[in-house]
T-cell receptor
């Protein structure tokens, strides 16, 4: 079955520490890949996306993600977390002949001082 | 450039009632998609409209229906509300229906069904 998995429900990280959020997908072909962030009371904001080419993608707010075809993964990273990064993060995929985003269940990030 | 807006912000209904949620897309965006986000879950695709025609539908019953208007506004209608319909409803607009077109999300409408 096609699916998007975010194995970590909740991650707590200290301010200034690095952050990595995991995302795995199960689809027949390489999908288009996205990371969105959702702050309380806010809609989803696109952090970055991967369609093709360079497997290391830079996004907004200092985030980057690496696509690894062999592992069917698209992990999100940030070298140094700020308190404002506390939010919920969603990995999403879109198949080339489809029209809908399929989201993982999300990872909640808590930043401690 | 204005963002995607949704109204109302919050809504409380009782089981069996009908509800209409509204979305205003970014100007020039021909596509609107609606998603349901239950508490603690990722958004689930409801349907998509492109130039006022339904372009695709997720695994939702027919009591979920939509409309898209020429002025870049759209509606999500839900009939015969059930308790499980309680969720955050998000709309997202994009320029066209290409996979590479970024979907811009609104802040959502929080629907509570009692």
């Amino acid at each position: 079955a096609q699916s998007v998995t975010q194995p970590d429900i909740h991650i707590t990280v200290s301010e200034g520490a690095s952050l990595e959020l995991r995302c795995n997908y199960s689809y027949g072909a390489t999908p288009y890949l996205f990371w969105y962030v959702q702050s309380p009371g806010q809609g989803l904001q696109l952090l970055l996306k991967y369609f093709s080419g360079d497997t290391l993608v830079q996004g907004i707010k200092g985030f980057e993600a690496e696509f690894k075809r062999s592992q069917s993964s698209f992990n999100l990273r940030k070298p140094s977390v700020h308190w404002s990064d506390a939010a919920e993060y969603f990995c999403a995929v879109l198949i080339s002949n489809d029209y809908k985003l399929s989201f993982g269940a999300g990872t909640t990030v808590t930043v401690r001082a | 450039e204005t963002g995607v807006t949704q109204s109302p912000t919050h809504l409380i209904k009782t089981r069996g009632q009908q509800v209409t949620l509204r979305c205003s897309s970014q100007s020039g965006h021909n596509t609107v998609s609606w998603y349901q986000q239950a508490l603690g879950q990722g958004p689930q695709f409801i349907f998509q409209y492109y130039r006022e025609e339904e372009n695709g539908r997720g695994n939702f019953p027919p009591r979920f229906s939509g409309l898209q208007f020429p002025n870049y506004s759209s509606e999500l209608n839900v009939n015969a509300l059930e308790l499980d319909d309680s969720a955050l409803y998000l709309c997202a607009s994009s320029l066209y229906i290409r996979p590479t077109d970024t979907q811009y999300f609104g802040p959502g409408t929080r629907l509570t069904v009692l």
